[in-house]
């Protein structure tokens, strides 16, 4: 596997590629990967004659407050196990490869609508951020397809409507919430968790669980986002949202929707904040 930092070096490689007649798949991270993004990549390596994964903190995406200095950088760890996985190349650029003016005079991309509920609200301009990065990434790095993981649901939904927005010749694909055993989503972000926080943290996904199997037993929507924010609150967390949502485009539910639905919820525990979600169907 090579390890690239210069964008000419990147597109002239990716330029041999396709002159032998291969694809390219991608996926985008910014680092610390845990067995969550190796799956990522190994779905990459299965639809794809390359795959290319990035290692980018982005500033953009990090409001203020937010854990962007503490944020883990493990540059060393990530390019093993990428190699270990079947990456062809790791792209770990510099800020002013990606931002060549400044990460605060750069070009911003806004998706509407879908970015300003839920994360969008709580973390405002967040995802301006994360579809500028993805969209200058797709730009240097122009695959095929793009993987992304479906933990961050939100997430998968703004680059979908972008990519389609601006017609980008990218296929964006998902790929499953890879889970611990006792069920918490992994995420870079749990290592912030004491021993005593990441005891209670599987009760998250567990919240989840009851509110789809309630759901399903013909209990509205609406109570079930009260009853699940409260039984958090009771285990310890400090809930932003709990929201059963229209999987297609984040919007609430009419009263006789029962399929195609998805719940999601953003919590903190201690000093960390937990995201997750749940399809319905």
Not at 10 to 31: E, K, S
Not at 152 to 171: G, N, T
Not at 244 to 273: M, Q, W
Request: aromatic share 8%; net charge negative.
């Amino acid at each position: 596997m090579q390890t690239v930092t210069d964008a000419a070096a990147l597109r002239a490689t990716v330029r041999g590629w396709r002159n032998a007649g291969q694809n390219v798949g991608f996926v985008p991270t910014m680092g610390n990967l845990h067995a969550g993004h190796h799956s990522l990549l190994k779905l990459a390596r299965a639809r794809a004659d390359r795959v290319i994964a990035s290692v980018f903190v982005n500033p953009t995406q990090f409001g203020p407050g937010e854990d962007f200095e503490r944020y883990p950088r493990t540059l060393a760890q990530d390019q093993a196990g990428l190699a270990e996985a079947g990456c062809d190349i790791l792209f770990a650029p510099e800020v002013s490869t990606l931002y060549p003016f400044g990460a605060a005079s750069s070009v911003s991309i806004h998706v509407p609508d879908l970015t300003e509920t839920l994360e969008g609200a709580h973390r405002p301009g967040h995802f301006d951020g994360v579809a500028t990065v993805v969209a200058k990434l797709f730009s240097l790095v122009q695959p095929d397809l793009a993987v992304f993981g479906q933990k961050d649901f939100q997430q998968l939904k703004v680059i979908e409507r972008m990519v389609r927005d601006l017609s980008l010749p990218v296929k964006v694909m998902s790929g499953a919430t890879l889970r611990d055993e006792d069920g918490l989503a992994m995420s870079s972000r749990n290592q912030y968790l004491t021993a005593q926080e990441r005891a209670r943290a599987p009760q998250i996904y567990s919240t989840l669980q009851q509110t789809r199997e309630l759901f399903r037993q013909g209990h509205s929507w609406q109570a079930l986002e009260q009853a699940a924010k409260a039984r958090l609150e009771r285990a310890g967390f400090v809930p932003d949202y709990v929201a059963i949502r229209r999987a297609e485009d984040l919007a609430e539910p009419g009263p006789d929707e029962r399929e195609g639905l998805v719940v999601l919820v953003a919590a903190r525990l201690g000093a960390t904040r937990l995201i997750d979600n749940l399809p319905f169907d």
